[in-house]
């Protein structure tokens, strides 16, 4: 990704102003929480912010002088039934002088516009809905800093060559020297495509004696260097979506600055930057690094809770990926996973490996479904898609899942946890009634561990005519008295009297037992 | 400058002692829990034995001995189950001695068949309601109700509209587990709950078709409010033909340039009541951001007078403010109407579950989990406990054909309380429309032209002109003090008048 730098413009009043800083800033659906927890202006820029509300509250962002306890702020509004009937009228929004700007309250799945001159005075502006309840965790900081200065007396010098790091340049002979005229670090396209190196030379005035950091990132390989002191590496050949960063004590006045970048092949990229106590991240390339695109920063994920299996099998009940609305999660001692669905009565997941990660629902309004925490997660038959089927095509594609109807021949009963704790799903089909439970063997922690599942049913009462049982879809390959999955997860699954019927692995249904083992093949 | 100020209190004439505070009359305990979770308290039942059982939003299920206790550190917890789908209604059931637990989209009986404890036998009693996948399909249940069933209020998808059957319903589930679909209209519900007569009511949240949260009456066959889930009036042949909508945007106009619509404003719940028979209006409005602004547990004081003078009133927990208001409730020309008064505030996180015991102690917690709640701590589980000191407040405020009467906890100050100048009065509404909440709109300032004080000086009958039909009554009493010279502790009220008596 490549992206020109903001170009600086001169006003009519011969100052410089910066182009218009552009952000998209949204409500997070179900997790009180904006989308950007930080925005990094100039003082004086212009600001444009593009406030979207897809939650399913109101909101509005509110933005606050240096110092401000917006949470206290918002509170203010509801200490008394008085303050809170003013409150009210001004649409919650705070009477107080150190507001300076902010958006109306949108309704949910509104939007708007705000634009607005930053502070000139450089500084961290937080900003906060002060819809009642709001500001505790809605919240978030515009920080206002100037730009550093940018590099003098910038110098390239090309050679070519191929490389699968960066060559000692000084023993090698440029292809060709010049200056760079907006002093920005960039690659020419039009030379060379590939296997050439470039060295640029210039001069970085620190304005005071203190620390400095200097970012890099580069396709492929480059390394940043200070008075000859190397700052940063990024050697090697890789992408550039990883920044690497180091701080470094510089004396007030000019240094010597060098970069050396070197492409091998295929995408070219090149940004470096620098950043100072009292000014921002600014670039030294002409092209800016996606992550720097806008100065803001996304609002963090949560730290996991993972749900660790230890004596006894844990059950989670909730929104799983994969499983549907009606998953049932069942971390087995062992190391093997299952998720049974309680929609399609069948089994939905099998993973190895650490069972689940329950933060996205144990944090905030918990909106969403979660993947299996582990690892070689297998869907034996598609989402929410029952085993049991009445059919005389046993080979025919099974019926995908309709979210909006439920499969009225099923009837869900519960479960019963054995002296073990480990769950017996009992559900009817038609007028058969089934108990379907499952063990574990081996260690399904470890990659050679010989873990194994096997899975039980128990199945009374009369069964319709033409009644299959599909246990996976495949394609697959038989082999020594199995059938291994052949697909992207590679599981060998066995059971009596089981049979390929074109891409489907079946057994026709009777009343009884029936056993049915799936393991990781190798 | 703060002990100043309170100098110059103490030496005011007319305030010769501090006034007082809620806490002088009602106690909250905040009880330590089990550090290896977060206790977010979802729903609270009792146990024959004393104990409460208790079901929280991350699917657990504890049931709880000690916390009657007046020292709180005698209280324990056992772990009855886990892995639940969000445990927002509990219920001992007295008959089989189970726990039935209303999860997303299930009502399960929980046994404990070996007697250790925990549960090991989970049964569905009933999951004949759809499930989207979306975060906001809340499913909130009921206790037992006197005829044995359960209550399952089911919040529409995204509070919005209804992706799957019977989102926004209220649905009653039989012992013999069958589903009866029982009231359309439900938006976000936050609780559910009985008056002392066994009425059921839930609590409805600000939004589309509310503009503040609601007490609702769940009468058998009535529309609640929001059309969203009408559509599932096809699978419930029992609740007749669907109602006719409501008109989403009655005004088609600018407000925000004040322009009129000729003829008036027709997005009023009292004007579409005329239209649509099946639309019963909210009992209680819980007027926003004065009494809360996310009603959730409802709890009625069943205690007999263990509670303070508050007996058969109900009390309405608050997620956001993390209080308890306080709700009288009448019968007026055949619908359910009252008024709500601040009780009280400060409760450590955002009430969701609530209930109280025979000894009347409200034992209630939640959390601030995704709605930010006043209380500040993240979650809570806690008990309000009368001091038995009474408070000097309102007892009751009682429509009448010309204005109200309101009885007072206390004798009353004939002086201050005949006094018109104790009093002033203000009626307003919410537009009954599509769009999220609202102003209190239509304000109209009634007279007070009287204020008669019994002869028992424990109430006063205020004559007002004009009473508004479908108004929010707001009266204030700011004059009124008791015969000891004590002003109330909360001088207001706010009466949704429905109806006006014949």
Sequence with gaps: ?522 | MKRFFSLLLAFSPSLWAVDPVEADFYKITTFETPKETAIEVGSIDLMPDGRLVMGTRRGEIWIVSGAGSSDASQVSYQLFASGLHEVLGIAYNPKDKNIYATTRYEITRLKDVDGDGRADVFDNVNDSWGVSGDYHEYAIGSRFDKAGDLWVTLCLTGSFSSAAPFRGWALRIKPDGTMVPTCSGIRSPGGIGFDADGEVYYCDNQGPWHGACTLQHLVPGTFQGHPGGNAWYNLAPNMGTRPIDPIPEAFQGDRGRKEARPGGDPDRMVAERERIKELLPPAVYLVHGKIGNSATAIICDTSGGKFGPFSKQLFIADQSHSNLSRVFLETVNGIKQGVVFPFRSGFKSGLIGGRMDEEGRVFAGGSDRGWGARGGKPFCFEKCEWTGKTPFEMHEMRAKPDGFEVTFTQPIDPATAGDLKSYSMREFTYAYREQYGGDEVSEILPKITAAKVAADGKSVRLTISPLTKGHIHELHLDGVRSAEKLPLLHSVGYYTLNEIPK
């Design chain 1, 1 to 522: 990704m490549i992206r020109p730098l903001f170009a600086l413009l001169i006003t009519s009043a011969g100052l410089p102003a910066a182009e218009t800083a552009v952000f998209t800033l949204k409500t997070m659906t179900a997790q009180m929480k904006y989308d950007l927890s930080e925005m990094i202006v100039q003082p004086g820029q212009p600001v444009k912010i593009s406030f979207e509300n897809g939650d399913d509250l109101p909101h509005n962002l509110v933005f606050c002088q240096p110092g401000t306890d917006t949470a206290a702020m918002a509170l203010k509004q509801m200490e008394n039934p008085a303050a809170a009937e003013i409150a009210l009228k001004r649409n919650w929004l705070p009477d107080d002088p150190r507001i300076w700007a902010h958006s109306k309250m949108l309704n949910p799945h509104e939007k708007e516009v705000l634009s607005f001159t930053a502070p000139a005075k450089p500084g961290t502006y937080p900003y906060v809905c002060t819809f009642p309840g709001h500001a505790m965790t809605m919240r978030g900081e515009l920080k206002v800093e100037p730009l550093g200065e940018g590099l003098q007396d910038l110098q390239f010098a090309l050679y070519l060559g191929s490389w699968k790091q960066l060559p000692d340049f000084s023993k090698l002979k440029p292809h060709r020297e010049g200056k760079v005229d907006d002093n920005l670090i960039q690659v020419k396209l039009d030379d060379y495509k590939n296997e050439f190196g470039v060295v640029f030379t210039g001069k970085l005035n620190a304005p005071k004696k203190g620390s400095y950091r200097f970012f890099l990132a580069s396709d492929d390989g480059a390394r940043l260097l200070i008075d000859g002191k190397e700052v940063v590496n990024d050697d090697g050949i890789h992408p550039a979506s990883k920044i690497k960063e180091q701080g470094v004590t510089l004396d007030k006045g000019p240094h010597e600055f060098r970069l050396e970048y070197f492409q091998g092949g295929g995408q070219i990229e090149l940004y470096a930057a620098w950043k100072g106590a009292d000014f921002q991240i600014t670039p030294l390339s002409k092209w800016l690094h996606p992550q720097w695109q806008g100065g803001a920063k996304k609002q963090k994920e949560f730290d996991p809770i993972p749900l660790v299996v230890a004596q006894e099998p844990v059950i989670y009940r909730n929104f799983i990926q994969g499983a549907g609305n009606r998953g049932i999660g069942v971390g087995y001692p062992g190391g093997i996973n299952i998720a049974w669905s309680a929609e399609s009565m069948n089994l939905a997941l099998i993973w190895r490996g650490a069972f689940i990660d329950a933060s996205r629902h144990w944090n905030s309004r918990g909106g969403g479904h979660e993947k299996p925490l582990g690892y070689d997660v297998l869907q034996p038959t598609g989402e929410v898609t029952p085993a049991f089927f009445i059919t005389d095509k046993p080979d025919a594609a099974w019926p995908q899942w309709d979210k909006t109807k439920r499969y009225d021949d099923f009837k869900w009963q519960g479960y019963t946890l054995d002296a073990k704790r480990s769950p017996t799903f009992r559900y009817t089909w038609h007028d058969a009634a089934v108990e379907e439970s499952f063990t574990i063997s081996g260690d399904g922690n470890k990659p050679d561990g010989n873990a194994k599942l096997t899975r039980t049913l128990k199945i009374s009462g009369a069964l319709p005519a033409n009644a299959w049982y599909r246990i996976a879809s495949g394609p697959f390959e038989s082999k020594d008295g199995g059938f291994i999955a052949t697909g992207p997860q590679k599981y060998r699954i066995t059971a009596a009297d089981a049979q390929l019927a074109g891409a489907n692995l079946v057994i026709p249904a009777k009343p009884g037992v029936m056993t049915i083992t799936y393991q990781r093949a190798q």
